[in-house]
Antibody
C-alpha cells in the first residue's frame, strides 16, 4: 500500500518561501506510470492543483501559481518537494502531496496545514 | 469560480438515491478528458471514488457510480447511508488552461 506523508513548517512569514517535503513509502518513485503532485485546499474551500513532477524531473505547474512554484524530486530518498515563493496570507491552506496516474490522483497524503502570518 | 461546476449541496434520506452533477465545457469533458470523483470525509484527505468516468477502485462500494456525456458528468449514490456524509469533488483536465481542474465540491447531507 502506497503511503505519502507531508512534512515542513506549519507557519511561514509573509514574503518568505513555503517549503514542504513529501515522503513516499510502499512504492517506487521511479516508475514512469506515475507523477507526483501537490494540491492545496484553502480553509473551508475547494481543491486547487498546484502542479506535478515526473520521475524524469519534468514539471507542470498551475498557470496561476507558475511564477512562484518550484518542485523537485529525490528518488534516492523517495521524496519530492514543493517550494512556493513570496507567500501571502492567501497561501494559507492545507497542502496535500499525492500520486497521480493517468489524469487522476490515486493516493493522497494526510495533508499539512500551512499558515502564512507574521 | 471553478472550471467545473457542481451544486453546493445535495441531501437525501437514508436509503434514497442522490445524484451530483458536474458541468464542464468543450475544453475539458467535451475534448474527451475523463472525469474522476473524490470523496472527502470531514477532517480527512480526499479519496479516489470513481476514475475514468465510471470505474470504481477496489474497496469502493457499488452503491457509487459515475457517468459522463458531452460536457457534463454525474455521480450517483444509491442506498444512501449516514457514512456517505462528505464533500464530493469532480476533477478533469482542461486543455485551454493546460492544467488539471477540480469542481467546487458538493456537500452531501443524509437527513
Amino acid at each position: 500500500q502506497v503511503q505519502l506523508q507531508e512534512s515542513g513548517p506549519g507557519l511561514v512569514k509573509p514574503s518568505q518561501t513555503l517549503s514542504l517535503t513529501c515522503t513516499v513509502s510502499g512504492g517506487s518513485m521511479s516508475s514512469g506510470a506515475y507523477y507526483w503532485s501537490w494540491i492545496r485546499q484553502h480553509p473551508a474551500k475547494g481543491l486547487e492543483w498546484i502542479g506535478y513532477i515526473y520521475h524524469s524531473g519534468r514539471t507542470y505547474y498551475s498557470p496561476s501559481l507558475k511564477s512562484r512554484v518550484t518542485m523537485s524530486l529525490d528518488t534516492s530518498n523517495n521524496q519530492f518537494s514543493l517550494k512556493l515563493h513570496s507567500v501571502t496570507a492567501a497561501d494559507t491552506a492545507v497542502y496535500y502531496c499525492a500520486r497521480g496516474r493517468a489524469t487522476n490522483i490515486d493516493y493522497w497524503g494526510q495533508g499539512t496545514l500551512v499558515t502564512v502570518s507574521s | 469560480q471553478s472550471v467545473l461546476t457542481q451544486p453546493p449541496s445535495v441531501s437525501g434520506a437514508p436509503g434514497q438515491r442522490v445524484s451530483i452533477s458536474c458541468t464542464g465545457s468543450n475544453s475539458n469533458f467535451g475534448a474527451g478528458y475523463d472525469v474522476h470523483w473524490y470523496q472527502q470525509l470531514p477532517g480527512t484527505a480526499p479519496k479516489l471514488l470513481i476514475f475514468g468516468n465510471n470505474n470504481r477502485p477496489s474497496g469502493v462500494p457499488d452503491r457509487f457510480s459515475g457517468s459522463k456525456s458531452g460536457t457534463s458528468a454525474s455521480l450517483g449514490i444509491t442506498g444512501l447511508q449516514a457514512e456517505d456524509e462528505a464533500d464530493y469533488y469532480c476533477q478533469s483536465y482542461d486543455n485551454s488552461l493546460s492544467s488539471f481542474v477540480f469542481g467546487g465540491g458538493t456537500k452531501v447531507t443524509v437527513l
